[in-house]
């Protein structure tokens, strides 16, 4: 299970989780630091892939640039966030799969009273195929390119100093220019009460709705959840259990979704460990996935300038109502992140990630680098 931020604009790559409430722990309009930013990031390595299978190789050399440039500002209680990006992507000796892609999302924040809170949302945004599945076991879709359009609204009301109720909304119409797969409008919409029980103890519950149409397969997933977060000296744990139901199939299907997590703060650092079970809407094929999730995050301050990053994660996802179909993911990445002066930094890192789907595996390695301004 995935904590819900504004209204969910993660459904806009084509992905929907059932989700916990956590609004109520988001900082205040107030809190928000101002600014624009800028930042370049570039990746180069190689992807072993069977769409690129020749006589000799099966691999090609992909590069990736994106530039992305955001600013957030507040009026009063109003707070106004805008992101855009663009990104292009080479593939080597595989000139037609090269791609272009671009994001522009807006995001409105208002504190009406001390107690009510509201937000909403707008994202216009293409990416390949590929990108949109490769942080979770997700199909092996077609190269192709994916165009969403997607709105999302939530409020938060502190109905007592401890407790907050939270109510949000989101759709998203997702396109594909690949006939093969399946685009369509997913829809959203979550309910959840947070009440603080102790300076670092929380306990939730909340009820979500989900909603795919992608070709003749409309399908909807309803599930609920508790949660439950303490601090037990430098250890942070979040626990959530709950289930969801699959409709829309011959048979209603349920299972058990939640997660858990671990974060232990050591000299300089933090250590995380997480693992749990969503049920979703899966980008382009037109089913429901269940997938399970489990990770490790190592975050270090090496020195007042330098800091160290390493995180090893896998996602294995199955359709509820065809288990023949089963997606195996793996990534591992480190990086190094240097701050030059208060406003200047620059990142270096290297991945692997690796996607099995019915015995066809795409593994990509190599190499980021990136660097980041805050203009003013």
């Known amino acids: 299970m995935t904590t819900r931020s504004l209204g969910g604009l993660a459904l806009a790559g084509g992905l929907a989780c059932v989700a916990t409430p956590a609004f109520a722990q988001e900082p205040p309009v107030a809190s928000a ?9 570039a990746e180069g390595g190689v992807e072993r892939n069977p769409r690129f299978q020749t006589p000799s190789d099966s691999s090609a050399t992909v590069s990736r640039v994106r530039a992305t440039l955001g600013g957030l500002t ?9 992101t855009g990006d ?7 000796n595989v000139a037609d799969l090269d791609r272009t892609t671009y994001t522009g999302a807006l995001d409105v924040e208002r504190a009406f009273t001390p107690r009510l809170t509201g937000r909403a949302g707008a994202l216009l945004r293409t990416t390949s195929s590929s990108e949109a599945t490769a ?16 709105a999302s609204g939530a409020v938060a009301y502190r109905t007592s100093p401890r407790t907050t109720v939270t109510a949000s909304a989101d759709a998203a119409s997702t396109r594909y220019d690949e006939a093969a797969l399946a685009g369509g409008w997913t829809s959203a919409g979550h309910l959840g009460v947070t009440r603080r029980t102790g300076p670092a103890s929380s306990l939730g519950g909340a009820l979500d709705v989900q909603h795919a149409t992608a070709g003749d397969r409309p399908q909807t997933v309803v599930g609920s959840a508790a949660d439950w977060s303490t601090a037990i000296g430098r250890v942070q744990l979040r626990v959530a259990a709950g289930a969801s139901a699959l409709l829309g199939t011959s048979q209603t299907i349920v299972r058990p979704v ?15 460990l997480h693992a749990g079970r969503t ?11 269940a997938t399970d999730q489990a990770g490790v995050l190592f975050d270090r301050t090496a020195t007042s300038h330098l800091a160290l990053h390493a995180a090893l994660d896998g996602a294995w996802s199955a359709d509820p109502s065809d288990p023949s179909l ?39 390695h190599g190499f980021t680098f990136g660097v980041g301004r805050t203009l003013f």
């Open 135 to 150: 942080a979770v076991a997700g199909p092996l879709l077609p190269e192709a390119i994916a165009r969403t359009r997607a």
């Open 86 to 92: 663009g990104a292009v992507a080479r593939y080597g």
């Open 33 to 41: 630091p101002r600014g624009w930013h800028a930042a370049v990031a």
């Open 258 to 272: 939640g997660d858990a997590s671990a974060a232990w703060r050591v000299r300089a650092g933090t250590i995380a």
């Open 279 to 289: 049920v979703a809407p899966a980008a382009g094929i037109g089913r429901v996935l």
């Open 326 to 364: 089963r997606l195996d993911a793996t990534t591992a990445t480190t990086a190094l992140r240097w701050s030059l002066g208060p406003t200047f930094r620059l990142d270096l890192g290297a991945f692997l990630r690796q996607r099995t789907q019915s015995g066809s595996t795409i593994l990509n």
């Open 74 to 82: 507040r009026v009063g209680r109003t707070q106004v966030r805008v």
